[in-house]
């Protein structure tokens, strides 16, 4: 079990949980046994699930949890009352060292507030902030902060960038150096918030060590992949990546009405292609950075194959050393 | 004449002006006689594109101006300098009297700031805002403030709600009550920035003559349809119509690489309306609200079909007597 990753999902969180987390653990543990599972909820509950995969029981552990976070509670109120909760506990084993990441896909709110009530940040970081994974042209971009802090300064974008980085090398397993760009309403250097021309100032006039910085870069730019990590503030985040879902959505819904039968069916395959490009149980899991430890984020509605995308999310994090990688990449600034 | 729409058209901004702005009067006269345009510009070049359309010379005016604003001069250093271009000229004739409205498919910075330093704001409303068209299930909805304001208070947000409804009204002759929503990063009262809670506090107060308050409402749900009206800040506003863009371009480029030819012509007929009714020449047109005469800007990379629709859009706008229906909007606020 040494060799495994340790993985504490909090099972109760989410659309159809228990039941799509331990099918998604259930997926992930048949392309591959890498990981081990601290399954935090229900236990009868769990149990019944567990009991239709060997697989599952093979490699994971049940911990009893008497409560629930629900979806609509106010993060502050489930931090208040939640300490028994499955989210709760799961997040514990991390600081206890039982586990090396967690896992939910409940509340979202409550998953920030709780994460960091019982996990210390990373030394020099003020504002921990939510990444995720945003198709391109090429590949995929990280984007981040998608909505945990909605005013955020210099400092913390600058944090932003240098987590992104890190982030962006762990998942695509590249040594190089990632190219930043701040998102913004135009090109040149004089436009935009305060803000962003203060941390393009220093970001411009930093030796930077592991990353290359782009400049600015505008939201019809976000898919062009000609970049691979973009830095906002999480309310301009938040709504740039819902905007994009919604605009994707409407598209490829009057499309299908569009198009007939039988040329579905003649453009069969290209379009099954297509679909798996975009497919948004891939980018499932949003990371939640600048913690000692991290905290991985599963759409609530994505199903079990989407759950098990965010498992694989997990387990490059550990295994490239996320924490260690963020903490060499931040920079000391000559502002 | 008496009876026309004056619009001041400034001829050299944009790709391909003057060629694109005469051939788009043109298309526009083809289809109603109901305008009479003043052309600015430099008077040999407009010459020799006028002499091509009887329709064209008989229905306007060419005002030879020595100067042209450049589309990647600052607006400041534009406006300096400025006094003498197709731009500058076409908007002072506002200020005489001479024309109704003014169209450019210009540098938008340099519009925004020549609009402001030569026509009065309406009494009452600190920032005028750029408003433009966005396509829902529906129909179409109104989203401002677009790019003029970067930084924008509560009574900024609750002067673009009324300057919005005005403008919705008088778009699509609509009497009724436009539905009004503010772009927030979720639905739930307390949630947002600060400027957001003390807007809908003050929409949610005051009863509202003009308009129906529908609350937040997020990035997905800007093109659902189940409002009319979007109000956000100019930073946010600019951010989401240009994600919004680069992912319909990302969805339709793929796709298209994605279709056997074979497939395309079967359901030719379908895919066509579809492009119709995405076809972004049909909300080509941003309006520049908050002046005491309206300014039009129409995108500068459209085409002489686009820019006929940002004519019809500038009728529309003087027909429906949008300044006043702004003046009679404006609330005046229980904070």
Same mark, same amino acid.
């Given at each position: 079990?040494?060799?495994?990753?340790?993985?504490?999902?909090?099972?109760?969180?989410?659309?159809?949980?228990?039941?799509?987390?331990?099918?998604?653990?259930?997926?992930?543990?048949?392309?591959?046994?890498?990981?081990?599972?601290?399954?935090?909820?229900?236990?009868?509950?769990?149990?019944?699930?567990?009991?239709?995969?060997?697989?599952?029981?093979?490699?994971?552990?049940?911990?009893?949890?008497?409560?629930?976070?629900?979806?609509?509670?106010?993060?502050?109120?489930?931090?208040?009352?939640?300490?028994?909760?499955?989210?709760?506990?799961?997040?514990?084993?991390?600081?206890?060292?039982?586990?090396?990441?967690?896992?939910?896909?409940?509340?979202?709110?409550?998953?920030?507030?709780?994460?960091?009530?019982?996990?210390?940040?990373?030394?020099?970081?003020?504002?921990?902030?939510?990444?995720?994974?945003?198709?391109?042209?090429?590949?995929?971009?990280?984007?981040?902060?998608?909505?945990?802090?909605?005013?955020?300064?210099?400092?913390?974008?600058?944090?932003?960038?240098?987590?992104?980085?890190?982030?962006?090398?762990?998942?695509?397993?590249?040594?190089?150096?990632?190219?930043?760009?701040?998102?913004?309403?135009?090109?040149?250097?004089?436009?935009? &918030?305060?803000? =962003?021309? @203060?941390?393009?100032?220093? $970001?411009?006039? #930093?030796? *930077? !060590?592991? +990353?290359?910085?782009?400049?600015?870069?505008?939201?019809?730019?976000?898919?062009?992949?000609?970049?691979?990590?973009?830095?906002?503030?999480?309310?301009?985040?938040?709504?740039?990546?819902?905007?994009?879902?919604?605009?994707?959505?409407?598209?490829?819904?009057?499309? &299908?009405?569009? =198009?007939? @039968?039988?040329?579905?069916? $003649?453009?069969? #395959?290209? *379009? !099954?292609? +297509?679909?798996?490009?975009?497919?948004?149980?891939?980018?499932?899991?949003?990371?939640?950075?600048?913690?000692?430890?991290?905290?991985?984020?599963?759409?609530?509605?994505?199903?079990?194959?989407?759950?098990?995308?965010?498992?694989?999310?997990?387990?490059?994090?550990?295994?490239?050393? =996320?924490?260690?990688?963020?903490?060499?990449?931040?920079?000391?600034?000559?502002?």
């Amino acid at each position: 079990m040494t060799n495994k990753v340790n993985i504490a999902v909090d099972a109760m969180g989410g659309e159809n949980a228990p039941r799509k987390i331990i099918e998604g653990i259930n997926i992930s543990l048949q392309s591959s046994q890498k990981n081990f599972f601290y399954i935090y909820g229900q236990q009868d509950i769990l149990e019944k699930e567990i009991a239709k995969s060997k697989l599952v029981q093979q490699n994971c552990e049940i911990i009893n949890t008497k409560d629930v976070i629900v979806d609509d509670e106010s993060p502050l109120a489930a931090a208040k009352r939640g300490k028994e909760s499955s989210m709760w506990k799961a997040i514990e084993s991390q600081k206890e060292n039982k586990s090396d990441i967690s896992l939910s896909a409940g509340n979202t709110g409550a998953l920030l507030v709780i994460s960091r009530l019982i996990l210390n940040s990373i030394n020099g970081i003020n504002k921990p902030a939510l990444a995720g994974l945003w198709p391109n042209n090429n590949n995929m971009n990280v984007v981040l902060d998608l909505g945990a802090n909605i005013e955020c300064d210099e400092k913390n974008l600058l944090d932003f960038a240098c987590m992104g980085a890190a982030l962006f090398k762990s998942l695509f397993n590249n040594n190089g150096y990632p190219r930043i760009a701040l998102l913004n309403v135009g090109l040149e250097e004089h436009k935009g &918030k305060d803000v =962003l021309k @203060k941390t393009y100032s220093v $970001l411009k006039k #930093n030796k *930077l !060590k592991n +990353f290359e910085f782009s400049g600015y870069i505008e939201g019809n730019q976000i898919m062009e992949g000609n970049v691979d990590v973009i830095i906002t503030d999480g309310f301009t985040g938040n709504i740039a990546l819902k905007t994009a879902e919604g605009t994707a959505n409407f598209i490829t819904k009057n499309l &299908k009405k569009s =198009l007939s @039968k039988l040329s579905i069916l $003649l453009s069969y #395959n290209a *379009l !099954k292609q +297509f679909k798996e490009k975009l497919d948004p149980r891939k980018y499932n899991g949003a990371i939640f950075l600048g913690l000692q430890s991290p905290v991985v984020k599963s759409h609530g509605s994505t199903d079990a194959i989407g759950f098990a995308h965010s498992i694989e999310t997990c387990h490059k994090i550990v295994r490239a050393n =996320l924490i260690e990688k963020i903490k060499s990449h931040l920079i000391t600034v000559d502002a």
